[in-house]
């Protein structure tokens, strides 16, 4: 047979018969035959892939690269990850992800400046996940991070708290939208001389330090907000070596509702960023400028949701 009737019967396009299609599929079979996709993708000079940028220490990220893989696979694409580590940077990330001939890049939580991403927007449609970027010309899917961190406030002021204090996630972009949506919550609840933010970042080892910080001083804390679920574990590891009772002496709220929240012995009250949500809207970006032709860039905001578990209670004797 000619080779572009075996073209088409292994594409599945109208054109040969039936026994036709039996006896090239029967021969297939017998020679263990598979396409190759990446080769007929380069004939159409496509590549079919997404890059991903992920951290690999973050246990969000994880489910994040999860739900991005259902949604790309529902669309035909296929994803190249590629990670930051203690020893690898954002921007050397990124370079791997371009020299694999990615079509897009959906990058999670990025920190590189907006006037950087929008430069690698110039090369191929880029979509920033889980931050704001100002006018820097890309895509951006994220949760509103300040609503987030309001509701866990509400949520405690709710149980009776007062005293509530946050720990910090660092100097980015998103610790800094998290930052501020805890202050606002506590004006707006009249406690602006109960703020107190105790310095952190990603990792679980931040959340252990302020547990030393907060509950070394006279006043401690009923409640803490922390920037993300890593930190939060960390800090109840540290009040569970002392003797602290969660949720009874203090009541403790994470960020992200990561895999490591759900786990029964961590029962962790934690605000939902919607990962799936998030990624479809991500992956339907990439779609619409990669095969749809927009050229216009758009903010998608998702709406964030407490999830209520067994790390939050009324305070010690209603204080």
């Known amino acids: 047979m000619s080779p572009a009737t075996v073209s088409l019967v292994l594409r599945g396009a109208p054109g040969p018969s039936g026994a036709t299609r039996e006896r090239v599929l029967d021969a297939a079979g017998r020679l263990g035959y598979r396409p190759d996709r990446a080769a007929s993708l380069l004939a159409r000079r496509r590549s079919g ?14 489910q ?12 035909g694409y296929d994803l190249v990850l590629s990670t930051v580590t203690r020893s690898r940077d954002e921007a050397r990330a990124v370079e791997t992800l371009l020299d694999s001939r990615c079509e897009a890049l959906v990058l999670l939580g990025p920190e590189a400046p907006a006037s950087r991403l929008s430069a690698l927007d110039r090369q191929l449609p ?4 889980g931050r704001p970027v100002p006018s820097a010309g890309v895509d951006v899917v994220r949760v509103a991070d300040e609503e987030g961190v309001a509701q866990a406030v509400d949520h405690l002021v709710g149980l009776g708290h007062r005293r509530i204090a946050h720990v910090d996630g660092g100097p980015g972009v998103i610790a ?4 501020r949506g805890y202050q606002r919550a506590m004006r707006g609840h009249r406690l602006g001389r109960q703020v107190r933010v105790v310095e952190g970042d990603s990792g679980e080892a931040s959340g252990a330090r302020a547990a030393r910080t907060l509950f070394g001083s006279d006043a401690p804390p009923t409640a803490v907000v922390t920037y993300n679920d890593a930190s939060a574990v960390g800090l109840l590891d540290a009040l569970l070596r002392s003797g602290v009772d969660v949720p009874g002496r203090v009541s403790v709220v994470g960020y992200d509702d990561s895999p490591l929240s759900r786990l029964a012995h961590v029962d962790l009250t934690t605000v939902s960023q ?4 998030l990624m479809r809207h991500a992956v339907a970006a990439v779609v619409e400028r990669l095969d749809g032709g927009r050229t216009e860039h758009r903010e998608v905001v998702v709406p964030p949701r407490l999830v209520v578990r067994g790390t939050t209670g009324p305070p010690p004797g209603g204080d």
């Open 49 to 62: 892939l997404i890059g991903v940028l992920m951290d690999v220490r973050s246990t969000f990220h994880a």
């Open 64 to 75: 994040l690269v999860e739900d991005v893989h259902e949604a790309a696979e529902e669309h």
């Open 176 to 179: 800094a939208g998290r930052r």
């Open 126 to 129: 880029v979509v920033a996940v």
């Open 274 to 277: 919607e990962s799936r949500q």
